[in-house]
C-alpha cells in the first residue's frame, strides 16, 4: 500500500543549497543580524519562515539559502562564522547543507504498510534519506526491505532479552551512524533508558480516534462503536508512550456504510501520510521543539 502523493514544500532544494534552523529567546533584531550574516557571507535566500512565540519568549526560523556565486562553502567556516552571531543571541541552532542525505533505520513488527511507503518514497527520491537499515522483532518483512536492497537485522523480543535487544539496536545505531530511528507500525514499548539515549532522534506513528481504543484491533474497536473520524499521529518519541510531541496528524471521515476492514485501509493510509510528512519534515529540518510541543516551519 501505497499512500497519495503529497505536494512539495515551498522551495526545491538544489545541491548548493544550505539550511540554518535556530530558536532563541525573542528579542529585537534577531532578523536584521541573520540577514546581515548572509548578505556579508554572499547568500542569496531561497525560502524563509519565522515563528514568534508570544507566550514563551521565543523566536524560531528556519532559512535556506544558496551562494550568490554557486561555489560550496567550507561548512566548518561558515558554522564557526556563524557561532559569533548566535552566542550573543543565545540561540540553539543548526545549519547543514540541504542536500545532506538523513542516515535512517526503520523499526517494524509485523505490519508492512508504513515500510512500505517509505521505502517506495525514499527510492523515488520524495524523501531525501538512505535508508540504512530495517530492524523488526519479526523476520516476517525481510523480503520487503530485500526488494529495496536494504539489509534487514531480526532481533527477537522477550521479556527476558529486551536489554539485550536494546543493546543490539543502539550498536547498529552506532556502527551505522544512523540519524533517525523511524517506529513503522514497532510493536514494542521502548524502555525509558533508549528513549532518552534517542531523544529527538525517534518518530514513532500511531492511530489516533476518539474515543481512545487500547489493545489489539483498534480499527474493528472503532468500528463497533461506529466512529465517524479516524486519524493518526506521527511524534517524537519519549519515555511517556504516545505522547511525544506531536510532529503531523492525518485524519479522515468514515460512515455507517465501510465495513471493518475498510476502515482498516482508511487507517492504515492516515498512518503512511502522517508518517511520510514527519520523516521529511525532520529530514528536511523544519521542525523545531516548544517545549512539549513542535514548531513545524514549511
Request: charged share 20%; glycine share 6%.
Amino acid at each position: 500500500m501505497t499512500a497519495a502523493v503529497m505536494p512539495e514544500s515551498q522551495a526545491t532544494s538544489r545541491v548548493s543549497d544550505y539550511v540554518l534552523t535556530f530558536s532563541c529567546p525573542d528579542q529585537p533584531a534577531i532578523v536584521h543580524a541573520v540577514a546581515t550574516f548572509l548578505v556579508d557571507h554572499g547568500c542569496n535566500v531561497v525560502e524563509s519562515q519565522q515563528f514568534g512565540d508570544r507566550e514563551a519568549g521565543t523566536f524560531f526560523m528556519r532559512v535556506q539559502f544558496e551562494p550568490v556565486n554557486g561555489t560550496e562553502f567550507d561548512l566548518a567556516g561558515l558554522r564557526r562564522d556563524f557561532a559569533d552571531v548566535a552566542g550573543p543571541l543565545h540561540m540553539s541552532w543548526r545549519l547543514l547543507a540541504a542536500a545532506e542525505r538523513a542516515r535512517v533505520l526503520i523499526m517494524v513488527s509485523k505490519y508492512g504498510h508504513c515500510l512500505n511507503d517509505l521505502l517506495f518514497r525514499a527510492n523515488s527520491g520524495w524523501l531525501n534519506i538512505d535508508v540504512v537499515a530495517v530492524v523488526s522483532n519479526h523476520p516476517d518483512l525481510a523480503v520487503l526491505a530485500d526488494n529495496y536492497d536494504v539489509p534487514f537485522h531480526h532481533i527477537p523480543v522477550t521479556a527476558d532479552t529486551k536489554a539485550t535487544a536494546e543493546a543490539t539496536l543502539l550498536e547498529l545505531v552506532a556502527d551505522l551512524r544512523v540519524d533517525l530511528v523511524v517506529l513503522a507500525r514497532y510493536m514494542q514499548v521502548l524502555t525509558t533508558d533508549l528513549c532518552k539515549q534517542l531523544e529527538g532522534r525517534a518518530i514513532n506513528i500511531h492511530h489516533s480516534m476518539l474515543p481512545s481504543f487500547k489493545g489489539g484491533r483498534p480499527y474493528q474497536q472503532a468500528y463497533r462503536r461506529g466512529v465517524k473520524l479516524v486519524g493518526a499521529t506521527a511524534h517524537y518519541v519519549t519515555s511517556d508512550l504516545d505522547e511525544g510531541p506531536i510532529i503531523e496528524q492525518e485524519m479522515a471521515r468514515v460512515d455507517h456504510s465501510m465495513t471493518a476492514q475498510e476502515i482498516t485501509a482508511l487507517g492504515r493510509d492516515n498512518e503512511c501520510l502522517a508518517l511520510a510528512r514527519a520523516v521529511r519534515w525532520h529530514t528536511e529540518n523544519r521542525v523545531l521543539l516548544d517545549n512539549g510541543r513542535t514548531v513545524v516551519l514549511h
